[in-house]
């Protein structure tokens, strides 16, 4: 890629204003100059916390997955375990590392850990509007060691499917968050590919 490149597809900020800046987001409203010199407002951005998502199977081969309430959709869906990267205030300055928030969200919510685990990818988690990133993780040969550790806003089930059942809730668009199932789909080449 040239400079010349960039500079015919830069947008450049000129100003910004924080609507809603908390520690669970913050949410702005923007003007940008297009690469043509027009000013496109309003655009909305925000950001959140990274986090993580574990595609996470026992020693049989079942993953472990959770249902729970999804305020966007407003219905309960099926998804792996994930959760939000502990930083210095929440939405930057990470002081969790990715690996660590995985291990302690596989633990608290579902109840097991592993020692086998794999990063798969970081990925922009959604680069139209936010700027935060999703590390996605295999965890293998999960042991159940306690209870379900969940927050005060948690309210999950822990359900485990055989490879099959999930390829056909998938199929069905019933397994339907995308970074979700992009994580079964690298684990699965990973596994395929001997690594």
Known sequence: MTDRDEKNLFCRELKTEHL???QWID????????????????????????????????????????????HGLRRITTEFCAGGIEGTDGLSG??????????????????????HWRHLLTIPAYPTMADNYAYLFAADDCVLCG????????????????????DRLAKEG??????????????????????
């Open 94 to 115: 990470d002081t969790e590392t990715a690996l660590s928030a995985a291990k302690r969200e596989l633990r608290e919510e579902t109840g097991y850990t592993s020692e």
């Open 27 to 70: 949410f702005r409203r923007s003007s940008y100059e297009m690469p043509d010199g027009s000013v496109f407002e309003p655009y909305y951005s925000y950001s959140r916390r990274s986090f993580v998502v574990i595609c996470a199977r026992d020693a049989d081969g079942n993953y472990i997955c959770v249902r729970q309430f999804r």
């Open 174 to 195: 019933h397994f339907e968050q995308g970074l979700h199932l992009l994580a079964k789909l690298l684990a699965q080449q990973a596994e395929e590919a001997g690594q």
């Open 20 to 22: 809603v800046q908390d």
């Open 147 to 166: 209870e379900q550790e969940l927050d005060d806003t948690e309210f999950l089930e822990v359900v485990k499917f055989t490879p099959q059942e999930l």
